[in-house]
Structure formats: C-alpha cells, structure tokens
C-alpha cells in the first residue's frame, strides 16, 4: 500500500499469521504509520505508531462536529476551530481505533493568559493522552492556560482520568474553581508538572477555596512535580498509590513568600488490600502556610520524606507556619523522615509525630526542628519529635530547639500501647553544633513516658532545656542512657549553655545510666525517686512528681560512670527509691563541683514531711563514687537500710576537698544505713595529700537513729573525725 493508496486519515489493519499459527495485528492511521512495520523482528511484537498532536487554538467550549473525521473541529461555521472539549474528544477516539496516543498542545491567538472556561464537564479521560501546556506560544515559566471550574455549579473535576489512562501527563496549566481541580484514578505512571493548581494564573492571589486539588485513587508511580498547589481543601491526597512529590510548592504563592492556604498539604494512605508497585517518595517541596496538617502518611509501603521545608518560606527562613502537624506519620513501617526543616507547629502538636499500632522500623533523621537556616527560632508550640506507639525506629542526628514541650517525647499513648526497642542517638537538643544559647527548648529535652521498654539514648548533646534533658517517668523500663553530652560548660567564644537539671528517673526501673558527662545543669545533676527534694538553697525541679502512693517504685537502676559536675545538688536519691546501684568498681561515678544553692554532691533521702516507712530510699548501694570539691560530699536525711562503701576497700567511695562535711546524717528516721570502708579526706592515690582534706567534719550525725559506721579512712579534716550531736 502507498502512502496515497487511501485518504489520511483512515484505518489500515493487517493480521499477520506465521508457521506455526501464530498471529500479529498491525493497525494505524492511514499515511503515518507506513514505514513503521518490523521487517526483521518477531512477528508478535506490533507496530507503535508514534506520539501526534492535537492544536487546541480557541477558548471556546464546542464539542467536535465529528469525532474521529481527522479533524478537531468544534464549529461548523469554520473547521479550523478546535476547543479542548474537541480536542479531547478526537484524541479519545483515535486512539480506541487504533490511532496511537496523541498530545494536546495550545497556539490560541494573542499575548498573556487564556481562560477556558467549561458550561459542563470535560469528557472522562480514559486512554493515554498529554495535555501540555507548556506548548502555548509566551510560555516561558507560568502556566499561559487557565481551565476555570467558574461557569460550573454541579461538582466536577477540572480533568478526570479514569483507568486505563496510565502514563497521561498534565503540565503548564492553570486549574482553579472546581470540586476537584485533577482526578486521577487507576492511572498509573501519572506526570503533573509546571501547574499552578487551585489559584490564579497570576501566582499571587486565589479564588474562593472550591474543593481539593490533586485527588489520586489506586494509581502507582506517580510524578507530581514543580507545581503550585495552594488554596484548596487538600493540596494533595493519594488513597492507595505510590510515586514521586517534590520540588513543589505547597500552600504558598509563586515566590514561596505568601501563604495561601490549602486545609491540609499532602496525604498519602493505603490499605493492607493494595500492593504498592513503587516506593512513596516525598522530597525538596515546600509545603507552608496550611491550615491543618503538612503531610500525613499512613502507609504501610517503603517511604522516604525527605529534604522538605515545613512551615518555612521558600529559602528555609522565616515563620510560614502550618496549622497542625509538620509530618503526621500512621500505622507506617520503614519510613525514612531525612533531612527535612519544621518549624511554627501550634500548641499540642508537634514536628514530626508517629502514631500507631503497626507503626515500627522507621527512621527519623538529619531534621531540623524549630529553626531555619538562618538558625533564628520559629517558635513550636508543640513537640519536636512525638513518638506514641510503635517499636523500632531510630531518631538519630537531628537538631531540634524552640519548642514549648519536649523535643523528643516517647509514649504508649491513653491505651499504654507498647513503645519498644527505640534509639534517640546521636542528636543535638536544645542548641545547634555552634553551641548557639538561643536555641532552648522550654520543657523536657527527651521525655519517655508510659510503657516505653528497651529504649536507648546515647550519644546526644541536650543543653538548653527549661525542664530535665531527660526525664523517663511512671511505666517505662530498660531505658539505656549512655555516652551523652547534658547541659555544656563555657567554652570557645559560647557560654554555658543549662538544662533545669540533667537526668530524672521516676516511677521507672531498671534503667542504666552511665559514661554520660552531665555539667553545669541548674538544679540537679542526675535525680532518681518519686519527689523533688526542696532545700534552703532553693533547690528544686519546677514539674513536681507524683506522691509515692500514685506512682512505681524507682528500683534497679543502675547509675555508673557518669561525669556530674557543677550543680546545685549532683545526684539525689529521693522517695520510692529501693535497691539501685550507684557507681562500680570499674567504673565510679565522678561528682564534683556543687557549690552554688544546696551544694550537695550526693543527697539520699527525702525532704518530704513525715514520709512513710515505704517512702524512704532503701536497699541502695554506692561504690566507689568519687565526690570531690563540693560545698557538702553526702547528705543522708530520711533513708534507710542503704550502704555506702562495701565490705572491702576496694569498693571505697572517696569523699574529699568538699567544703563542710564529707559525709552528713540527719533526722530520726535515718538508721540501718551502713557507712564502711570510705576514704573521706584522704586521697587513696595520693594519701600525703593535705588538699584532700574536707572543711569541717569527716563524718556529721545529729539526731538519727542507729546506723553502722566503721572501717572508714578519715584523715585531713578540719573538723572532727566523726562527730555526733
């Protein structure tokens, strides 16, 4: 057949049949397709006709006069008009009759923007087909077609792609004013790109909110990518699908410097009934300026949110803040949250929050929570990072400040769910490398709560926080504290940069803390029991504990090798705490350096009046603690039963150069305590040493009850050996 056998236009179909009956349809449009048959490959593998294109030149809306004539033609009166309802309608029937995929391009007279404007709904796109924009003559980086929903009262969507429209394409259009401004559904490797979606065409100002933006139902990987997206109920919402979302701006003008809201960013859900085919990937958008939540995820595929800036301006400065949660995270396992900037989250939300019975596996990293680049804080209302249910995941190398609750809070929420096997490691809490003093959180540092067991928390800096750097409360377990850097002396051009106190474990056994050097914290180094001890010096936390009655007891810990320096008090082992372990032959405790306030290196006890017999720390021991330099060494007032020292001297605690007492027992409910085998005012490595000495007496006792006391080294005091009132 020659190219001018029939007329263009028509349909040309051949089956070709092999030996072994094997068959092949070969179909195409007339005078296009001529040269495309295979001459030496298989005969099974057809013939494609290549991409064509369909010039939409008018704004009108007419429909075509005849589908599938060759011609988009939608006014009788001249042929050569083609409106995008035609040019949809030829596209669709061409390619059902073998015509190939086509692509709607634009060349409609006359500078600036072109508005189209539907009486009714555009045809249900349900084959392949391109829809460019971009092709529009002027077209440089804005969309020059605006596909106005304003002459449509019913509920539409601006384009409907329904299955069997997989790999379509849509970019360099304007979709505003309608129920939904993009409906894909069942459409595979789906392209948006370069769209300004739910505003003007201007970039800078919306129309009155309509509907949601880019609705995606049951559709794999996706790309939706350098668009606009603002103003609209939901900026984007896949319901079972997977694929790509970055370098969008998302709740914001143009520039990235305005914000025109959607109700909620991005929303991405599935069910255990869908098979993703790809990874959920969202990366390097903006998404700022939104009413309610920036992204939500409840996925159960492999995702990655990464590299986003959340309730900033377009250069990762400035308050753009969103309304809800920064990345509200569901029933996910394995996600990666990498790399992102959340800042301006409202009272009782948070950054980043996972939440969920399934939620396990997942990986919160390298965020930046609470302040830009320009390292200025956006206030946080909320939480940093909220963790309430789920097991396994890894918090690691982010920087969190600002925030008004804790940076890292961990929870089984109202249920106690469980909350097991986590890593908080390697973060920075409340300043930034620079050590910068304006990054404070108001609360908790990290706070774990509830039902959390195994976590671990190692390797972070936490200075700056108004409230504890770490505090594990009422029902947690097995919580490792290791290798932490808490609260940060003077140094290098910064100053010392302060938590409330360090550490506070209450309610909660068998914990470990230890190697962690916890300096120049306000109040206590590390505290261990079930109430605050209050003193004349105004020692005190501000968050009160639970009374004993209401709350565990705090038995089992381990506390060794720790470094805890430059406090009102060191370390205090208060009310409910029974059978913990302080320092280790092999690795002692070193605590030095409290002299402001109480002055205390070690408190055992309670300031509680009239506490009950239960209430009284009892069964601890100490061994080997170095306690040095402070204005009191050990202060034992209400506790029991407690031994400090050991039955050989190589279990010797050493109390020396501290300015009053070495050791100091008050109060008539102190007794059964054994104190043996202590150096106290000596230096065993060094025992000439005169410097050692403490200031007034070895060991203090005034009105307590029987306790034992013996096999003690004493020496270079200035006071008595022991003296007793």
Same mark, same amino acid.
């Given at each position: 057949?020659?190219p001018?056998?029939?007329?263009a236009g028509?349909? +040309?179909?051949?089956?070709?049949?092999?030996?072994?009956?094997?068959?092949s349809e070969?179909?195409?449009?007339?005078?296009?397709c001529v040269?495309? =048959?295979?001459?030496?490959g298989?005969l099974d593998e057809?013939?494609t006709?290549?991409?064509?294109?369909i010039v939409v030149?008018?704004?009108?809306?007419?429909?075509d !006069?005849?589908?599938?004539d060759?011609h988009?033609? =939608?006014?009788?009166?001249?042929?050569d008009?083609?409106?995008?309802r035609?040019?949809? #309608?030829?596209?669709?029937y061409?390619?059902q009759?073998g015509?190939g995929r086509?692509?709607?391009?634009?060349?409609?007279?006359?500078?600036?923007?072109?508005?189209?404007?539907?009486?009714?709904?555009?045809?249900?796109?349900?084959?392949?087909?391109?829809?460019?924009?971009?092709?529009?003559p002027?077209?440089?980086?804005?969309?020059?077609i605006?596909?106005?929903?304003?002459?449509?009262?019913?509920?539409?969507?601006?384009?409907?792609?329904?299955?069997?429209s997989a790999t379509?394409?849509?970019?360099?259009?304007v979709l *505003?004013n309608?129920?939904?401004?993009?409906?894909?559904?069942h459409?595979?490797q789906?392209?948006?790109k370069?769209?300004?979606?739910g505003i003007?065409?201007?970039?800078?100002?919306?129309?009155?909110?309509?509907?949601?933006g880019?609705?995606?139902?049951?559709?794999?990987?996706l790309?939706i990518t350098?668009?606009?997206?603002?103003n609209n109920d939901?900026a984007?919402?896949?319901?079972?699908?997977?694929?790509d +979302?970055d370098s969008n701006?998302?709740?914001t003008d143009k520039?990235?410097?305005?914000?025109l809201?959607?109700?909620?960013g991005?929303?991405?859900?599935?069910?255990?009934?869908?098979?993703?085919?790809?990874?959920?990937?969202i990366?390097?958008?903006?998404i700022?300026g939104?009413?309610?939540?920036g992204?939500i995820?409840t996925?159960?595929?492999?995702s =990655?949110i990464?590299?986003?800036n959340?309730?900033t301006?377009?250069?990762?400065?400035?308050d753009?803040?969103?309304g809800?949660?920064?990345?509200?995270?569901?029933?996910a396992?394995?996600?990666?949250i990498?790399?992102?900037?959340?800042?301006?989250?409202p #009272?009782?939300?948070a950054?980043?929050?996972s939440i969920g019975n399934r939620v396990?596996?997942n990986?919160?990293?390298?965020?930046?929570?609470?302040?830009?680049?320009d390292?200025?804080?956006?206030p946080?209302?909320?939480?940093?990072?909220w963790l309430e249910?789920?097991d396994n995941?890894?918090i690691?190398?982010?920087?969190i400040?600002?925030?008004?609750h804790?940076?890292?809070?961990l929870?089984?929420?109202l249920?106690?769910?469980p909350?097991?096997n986590?890593?908080?490691? !390697?973060?920075?809490?409340?300043t930034n490398e620079?050590? !910068?003093p304006?990054?404070?959180?108001?609360?908790?540092?990290?706070l774990?709560?509830?039902t959390?067991?195994?976590t671990e928390?190692?390797?972070n800096?936490? =200075?700056?926080?108004?409230?504890?750097a770490?505090?594990?409360?009422a029902?947690?377990?097995?919580?490792?504290?290791h290798?932490?850097?808490?609260?940060?002396?003077?140094?290098?051009g910064?100053?010392?940069?302060?938590?409330?106190s360090?550490?506070?474990?209450t309610?909660?056994?068998?914990?470990?803390?230890?190697?962690?050097?916890?300096?120049?914290n306000?109040?206590f180094?590390?505290l261990?029991?079930?109430?605050?001890?209050?003193?004349a010096?105004g020692?005190?936390?501000?968050?009160?504990?639970a009374?004993?009655?209401?709350t565990?007891n705090?038995?089992?810990n381990?506390?060794?090798g720790n470094?805890?320096?430059?406090?009102?008090?060191?370390?205090?082992?208060t009310a409910?705490?029974?059978n913990n372990?302080?320092?280790?032959l092999?690795?002692?405790?070193? +605590?030095t350096g409290h002299?402001t306030g109480?002055?205390?290196g070690?408190?055992l006890?309670?300031?509680?009046d009239?506490?009950s017999?239960?209430?009284?720390p009892?069964g601890?021991t100490f061994?080997?603690?170095?306690?040095?330099?402070?204005?009191?060494?050990?202060v034992?007032?209400?506790?029991?039963?407690?031994?400090?020292?050991?039955t050989?001297?190589?279990?010797?605690?050493?109390?020396t150069?501290?300015?009053?007492?070495g050791?100091?027992?008050?109060?008539a409910t102190?007794?059964?305590?054994?104190i043996?085998?202590n150096?106290?005012g000596?230096?065993?490595? *060094?025992q000439? *040493?005169?410097?050692?000495g403490?200031?007034?007496?070895?060991?203090?006792?005034?009105?307590t009850?029987?306790?034992v006391?013996?096999n003690?080294?004493?020496?270079?005091?200035?006071g008595?050996?022991?003296s007793?009132?």
């Open positions: 057949i020659s001018g056998a029939v007329p028509s349909v +040309i179909t051949a089956t070709a049949t092999n030996d072994n009956g094997s068959t070969f179909s195409c449009a007339a005078g296009v040269n495309q =048959s295979r001459k030496n298989p057809p013939a006709c290549p991409i064509q294109d030149n008018v704004t009108t809306d007419g429909e !006069n005849d589908p599938g060759g988009c033609d =939608s006014d009788p009166a001249d042929e008009q083609c409106s995008l035609a040019a949809i #309608e030829e596209a669709l061409r390619y009759h015509e086509w692509t709607i391009k634009f060349n409609i007279s006359g500078a600036g923007v072109h508005t189209i404007t539907p009486a009714t709904p555009l045809p249900i796109i349900d084959q392949p087909v391109t829809i460019d924009g971009t092709s529009q002027g077209y440089t980086d804005a969309p020059l605006e596909l106005s929903g304003a002459g449509i009262t019913a509920d539409a969507s601006g384009l409907d792609f329904q299955s069997g379509s394409v849509v970019q360099g259009l *505003n309608w129920k939904t401004q993009l409906n894909v559904d459409s595979d789906f392209l948006v370069s769209c300004y979606i003007n065409p201007d970039g800078i100002s919306a129309p009155r909110r309509k509907g949601s880019v609705v995606v139902k049951s559709s794999d990987r790309k350098e668009n606009v997206i603002s939901g984007i919402g896949v319901d079972h699908g997977s694929g +979302i701006l998302i709740g520039t990235g410097t305005i914000a809201p959607n109700r909620d991005i929303s991405f859900q599935d069910a255990d009934d869908h098979l993703l085919v790809g990874p959920i990937n990366s390097f958008n903006l700022s939104n009413l309610m939540d992204i995820l996925s159960t595929g492999p =990655s990464f590299r986003n959340i309730g301006k377009k250069d990762g400065t400035g753009l803040h969103n809800g949660f920064g990345i509200l995270v569901g029933f396992q394995g996600a990666d990498n790399g992102n900037i959340i800042v301006g989250m #009272e009782g939300k950054a980043i929050k396990t596996g990986s919160i990293k390298d965020n930046q929570i609470g302040y830009g680049d390292q200025i804080v956006i946080n209302g909320g939480y940093g990072i249910i789920g995941s890894q690691s190398l982010n920087k400040g600002g925030t008004a804790a940076a890292i809070y929870t089984g929420g249920g106690n769910f909350v097991n986590n890593v908080i490691k !390697n973060n920075i809490i409340g620079s050590f !910068n304006n990054l404070a959180n108001r609360e908790e540092g990290i774990i709560t509830g959390a067991q195994g928390i190692s390797g800096v936490i =200075s700056g926080n108004g409230r504890q770490v505090m594990v409360s029902g947690t377990t097995a919580t490792s504290i290798d932490n850097q808490i609260g940060t002396a003077a140094g290098n910064h100053p010392a940069i302060v938590n409330q360090g550490i506070w474990i309610g909660s056994s068998q914990n470990t803390i230890r190697n962690n050097i916890i300096t120049n306000t109040e180094g590390i261990l029991g079930n109430s605050v001890p209050v003193f010096g020692t005190q936390a501000s968050k009160p504990a009374p004993h009655d209401a565990p705090v038995d089992g381990k506390i060794h470094t805890i320096a430059n406090s009102k008090v060191g370390l205090a082992i409910g705490a029974h372990s302080i320092g280790d092999l690795i002692p405790n070193q +605590i002299t109480a002055g205390i070690i408190f006890g309670t300031t509680t009239n506490p017999d239960h209430e009284l009892a601890n061994a080997a603690n170095r306690v040095s330099g402070n204005t009191n060494g050990l034992i007032k209400q506790a029991k039963n407690n031994l400090i020292g050991g050989v001297a190589s279990l010797a605690n050493t109390f150069g501290n300015a009053n007492d050791i100091s027992l008050f109060a102190t007794g059964g305590n054994r043996m085998f150096n106290i000596v230096d065993p490595d *060094n000439t *040493n005169r410097n050692a403490n200031g007034h007496n070895g060991i203090s006792i005034s009105d009850g029987r306790n006391i013996k003690n080294n004493i020496g270079f005091k200035r008595n050996g022991n007793l009132f």
